[in-house]
C-alpha cells in the first residue's frame, strides 16, 4: 500500500499561482501512474492531470492544459501541481493518487475509479 500526502493549497486571489505537492511513501516501487484529481462539494471528483513516471508523459483534460503543470521529484519521491492563472472555478479540494497501470506509457483512463491509492486532499480557495 502507499501512503500519499498532499500540501501547498491555501487561499489565493483570482489570477495567482499554487504549487501542490504530493509526498509518496511505503510499497512505491511498482507505481508507476501518479495523477491529481480535484473535487468541489456535491460535485463528483474529476481527473485534471496524470503522469507515467519513468518516461514523464504527462496528459491533461483539456480545461486546464494551459494553466496546470504536472511533475515529478523521484528523488524526493514527491508529485506537483503547478497552478497558474488561478479561476473561481478552481476552487476545490484536490487529491493526488496512484496505482500501476501495466501498459507501459499509458495512464489513461483518468477516472476515479483507475486509482487505487489517495491522499487526504487540500484545499485551494480562489478570491476575486
Known amino acids: 500500500q502507499v501512503q500519499l500526502v498532499e500540501s501547498g493549497g491555501g487561499s489565493v486571489q483570482a489570477g495567482g499561482s499554487l504549487t501542490l505537492s504530493c509526498v509518496a511513501s511505503?510499497?512505491?516501487?511498482?507505481?508507476?501512474?501518479m495523477a491529481w484529481f480535484r473535487q468541489a462539494p456535491g460535485k463528483e471528483r474529476e481527473g485534471v492531470a496524470s503522469l507515467y513516471l519513468h518516461i514523464t508523459n504527462a496528459k491533461y483534460v483539456d480545461s486546464v492544459k494551459d494553466r496546470l503543470t504536472i511533475s515529478h521529484d523521484s528523488a524526493k519521491n514527491t508529485l506537483y501541481l503547478l497552478m497558474n492563472s488561478l479561476q473561481s472555478e478552481d476552487n476545490d479540494m484536490y487529491y493526488c493518487a496512484t496505482r500501476y497501470e501495466y501498459r507501459y506509457g499509458d495512464c489513461r483512463p483518468l477516472s476515479r475509479g483507475s486509482y487505487d491509492d489517495w491522499g487526504q486532499g487540500t484545499r485551494v480557495t480562489v478570491s476575486s
Open positions: 511505503g510499497n512505491t516501487a511498482k507505481n508507476n501512474c
